[in-house]
């Protein structure tokens, strides 16, 4: 089901509505959610299958991409992931508080649940 | 952002809108160019941007979206037949996470364009939010039925991959 997921999502980001700006013109109706929306899935995707490279350069691409835009901060959590997944958890910790459209409640949260660690 | 403001000044000047009472002369010029500038506003406003700018942007967001919703409201209200502009509402909806308005508009769409593969993709892509992988999938065979060209429609892959990654989940 990954496999598919992936192969679904790359070949979604592959297309020009999405991998470009999506201009009118075309019968397809796609909006900025929806192009910002194929990069959370498929980053989602690459997590579960643990491909952290391919994440770290998706998650660059899209946060360039989508630079300003508050759900942008999802790439920013997801080179977070790869940075935990590698024991980096201060460099994580730093990236993370660094998301200005995260809560503070969730800081929190996310300080409770490595509060097992030094910081 | 200048063809939003260009939009939103448009529409204030309009006395016909101003008197609930526009484009009768013209809409058959204009609705090709409505519908454009509104398709433009989809793709092209920062989607979230309002969350984090100024009081300003963020009236000027809001109006602006109120704007578009009452002109596709009017567009759909006299041509029913405007299957893009009855997408377009349902998008902006859906892009609100207004849902329950996004199922409504399009349930009235697909009432009136029961063989539009197009409406039936979009209404998958509204329904992905409510976690009936089951409806989804066959919402989509329906999509396919009525148009196989969509197979290879951007958002068909982005459903099908969402749905993929739900199944795992």
Known sequence: MLDEAKSFLVAAIQCKEISDDGLPGSNYIVSLDDRLSCYIELGKTLLARDELNALEKVSIQAEKKFSGLSKSFHFTLFRSDILLKSNEVKKALHLFTNIHHVSSSLRELFLFQEGKLTL | ?169
């Open chain 2, 1 to 169: 952002m200048n063809i939003l403001k260009d939009l939103s000044n448009s529409m204030q000047s309009d006395k016909n809108l101003r008197n609930d009472n526009i484009f009768d002369s013209t809409i058959h010029l204009d609705l090709e160019c409505i519908t454009t500038i509104i398709k433009y506003y989809l793709v092209k406003w920062p989607m979230g941007f309002h969350e984090i700018a100024g009081i300003e942007e963020q009236d000027e967001w809001t109006s602006i979206t109120e704007k578009v919703i009452i002109l596709l409201t009017y567009i759909i209200d006299r041509y029913h037949s405007s299957l893009h502009s009855w997408i377009l509402l349902a998008k902006i909806y859906l892009q609100l996470n207004k849902m329950d308005d996004a199922r409504n508009v399009m349930s009235k769409c697909l009432t009136l364009h029961p063989r539009s593969g197009l409406a039936h993709l979009y209404h998958a892509q509204i329904q992905l939010g409510t976690g009936d992988v089951t409806g989804v999938h066959q919402i989509l065979e329906r999509t396919i039925s009525e148009d196989f060209g969509l197979k290879t429609h951007p958002l068909y892959y982005f459903v099908k991959g969402s749905l993929s990654l739900k199944e795992v989940r």
